[in-house]
């Protein structure tokens, strides 16, 4: 079974170690000052605090070996977590800041102790900051000549542009979080704190619904990047004994885990035990070049019947 990247799941580690801290530092400032964007902040941190647990367990699950029941293997054990993060950060993070501001904005109350928010966002920034450059790094050392919006959209590993998205709402909700207090305090109008909590539950929920679209896709199962089904079909083409070969479909189980399934026309004069040596030095060539490409189908076929059966299920 391959393993996740250490650095993928070191950025997860380094997200968590960072929330933990920020989180016990609001949750102080927020009893004290009582502060509603306060409030919001230490309830997004402490969301974002459980979210990186449950991508943790998600690595570890997806790296169990299969068995019986699922003779696939775990992999998309990761997909269902980082699902559960985004309903986690639009339930919890988003619904408790929202309630907070409209509370608040109905019943504003002064903010005790000003200068301790401020101290505390400060800290808060520089415990977020190291997190969100080094999955911004990740994502940047993965994506090529791609956007970042499109880089998300193809990324196979939900983890790296979870944190991205998180630390980001974080910093943003830093921010909102500061100009509300200060203004709250300038204007002597309290209710600006409640509408500081608002927007940042309103950024928390635009967040957690691109994050379940991405990791839902996944989830329901994606093909693997395009090239991967060209390496398998160039290698198993240059196999001697093969006359053609074509790509059926590939699945991606998970980041470093994927399903390919190929159809392959062998030589006319190959014996059925010729036929099942060449299959093995296909899987053999394969999975050598594609060591994440954990589980290899191969289906003797002809190029009319492969076509036929093309048009039948994709219509092209």
């Known amino acids: 079974m391959v393993r996740p990247s250490n650095s993928a799941r070191n950025v997860v580690l380094l997200a968590l170690a960072g929330n933990v801290l920020v989180a016990i530092t ?22 974002d605090t459980a979210n990186e647990g449950l991508l943790l367990l998600g690595y570890h699950q997806s790296t169990r070996r299969p068995d019986i029941i699922h003779p696939l293997g775990y992999g998309r054990e990761l997909y269902f977590w980082s699902f559960i993060v985004a309903l986690m950060v639009f339930a919890l993070g988003a619904g408790v800041s929202i309630y907070q501001g409209i509370q608040h904005i109905v019943s504003p109350e002064p903010i005790e102790h000003v200068l301790v928010n401020y101290v505390v966002l400060a800290l808060s920034f520089c ?5 969100w450059l080094a999955s911004k790094r990740k994502l940047d050392a993965s994506r090529g000549e791609m956007g970042y919006w499109e880089a998300i959209h193809r990324s196979k590993d939900p983890p790296t542009f979870v944190v991205l998205f998180e630390d980001s709402a974080a910093l943003i909700g ?8 200060y203004l709250s305090e300038r204007l002597a109008m309290p209710v600006l704190d409640g509408v500081a909590s608002l927007l940042i539950g309103l950024v928390l929920a635009g967040v957690a619904i691109v994050l379940a679209r991405e990791s839902k896709s996944l989830l329901i199962g994606e093909r693997a990047a395009p090239h991967v089904m060209n390496d398998a079909v160039h290698l198993a083409r240059s196999q001697r004994g093969v006359t053609n070969a074509e790509g ?34 296909i899987e053999d060539r394969i999975q050598a070049a594609c060591p994440e490409i954990v589980t290899l189908f191969i289906k003797p076929q002809t190029h009319e019947r492969f076509a036929a059966w093309k048009l039948k299920h994709f219509g092209n």
Request: charged letters at 15%; aromatic letters at 2%.
């Open 26 to 47: 609001k949750i102080v400032a927020a009893a004290v000052t009582g502060s509603a964007a306060m409030v919001s902040e230490a309830v997004h941190s402490v969301v």
């Open 127 to 131: 415990c977020e900051a190291p997190s």
């Open 174 to 181: 830093i921010f909102i979080a500061a100009a509300g207090i």
């Open 248 to 281: 059926t479909i590939t699945v991606q189980l998970a980041p470093d885990q994927i399903v390919v399934a190929l159809s392959v026309e062998f030589d006319e004069e190959l014996t059925a035990r010729g036929i099942e040596d060449t299959v093995e030095h």
